[in-house]
């Protein structure tokens, strides 16, 4: 683990404790990695760096080490470094012989027993050396809005299952399916509120929202009441940072020194992080 970090479940205790909620939030590349922590130290909120499986080929996993070591060496904030959406046992050891202090294990898509198995492996082994583990009961949907009641149901966490899963499988925290979707949607996300209470009285870790960036603030409140305590966002941030390329495009359609529409984008990324952050109640926990 690098020696900047401390693992999720440290962050996830101690913001379990308070009843408030920490974003996971994704670093796709310098800037994006640059607008969370600058935001995060100005807000002296506690930090976990969100990276995919893309995201860390897109940028090189020897990199992503050097950027999270270089910004974080300073700011004095709990900060984990998590893999998210961790495809399977390979890419979580990758991570954390890379240093990562925190990893998600992805095997929602699989059949129940198959889920288990393949999280308590990850577990065993990251444990072994103080790395925290995240794994998903229940499945996201698509951004597509024409789902059935009954495809939606299915996909949804069933709150006896998750019991028996986190019992189980002895993980950290537990990303829960109850009505919202990765990427943007064409929609207004419809959560299962009642769910998520019964998930929350049936298990005794720190839960997970993904699919977060469109869900209105009443409804993420609401959540982080019932026991969500990481607030998965990343589209969100994506469209403020592209958002404000475009503006600077309109206004000069000759632009072309990268730092001079890269570092706007990076401030407007940087605006939302700190929204996100008041959101979720972490300002001044670091």
């Known amino acids: 683990m690098l020696s900047q970090l401390v693992p999720m479940a440290e962050i996830l205790e101690a913001a379990d404790e308070e009843g408030y909620a920490v974003g996971g939030f994704n670093v796709n590349n310098l800037e994006s990695l640059q607008a969370i922590v600058k935001a995060a130290e100005e807000e002296n909120s506690p930090l976990i760096l969100a990276t995919s499986e893309g995201a860390i080929s897109y940028m090189g996993i020897d990199h992503v080490v050097g950027m ?7 700011t ?13 046992f390979e890419a979580a050891m990758r991570c954390i012989r890379k240093g990562w202090s925190s990893v998600m294990i992805d095997a929602s898509k699989e059949p129940f027993e198959e889920n288990i198995a393949q999280t308590k492996e990850v577990v065993k082994a990251a444990h072994s050396v103080g790395v925290s583990v995240e794994a998903e009961l229940g ?5 597509e809005d024409d789902v059935t009641v009954t495809e939606k149901e299915a996909a ?12 189980r499988t002895g993980v950290d925290c537990l990303a829960v399916a109850i009505g919202t ?6 929609g207004e996300p419809d959560l299962d509120f009642e769910r998520l209470e019964k998930i929350n009285n049936n298990v005794d870790i720190p839960l997970v929202l993904h699919g977060a960036s469109g869900v209105p ?5 609401k959540s ?5 305590r990481k607030v998965n966002v990343n589209t969100a941030f994506q469209q403020a940072f592209t958002a404000r390329v ?24 940087a605006e939302k992080v700190k929204e996100k952050i008041h959101t979720f109640g972490s300002q001044n926990k670091a």
């Open 217 to 221: 603030s009443a409804d993420v409140e």
């Open 156 to 167: 949804m966490t069933d709150p006896e299952e998750a019991a028996e899963f986190v019992e």
């Open 76 to 88: 004095g904030l709990p900060a984990a470094l998590h893999l998210d959406h961790g495809g399977s």
């Open 139 to 143: 499945k996201l949907v698509g951004t």
């Open 68 to 74: 999270v070591e270089g910004f974080l060496k300073n």
């Open 246 to 269: 475009r503006e600077l495009f309109d206004e000069d359609p000759d632009l072309y020194d990268p730092r001079k529409y890269c570092g706007p984008a990076r401030d407007a990324m």
């Open 224 to 228: 982080i009441d019932l026991g969500i």
């Open 181 to 186: 979707a990765h990427g943007v949607y064409k």
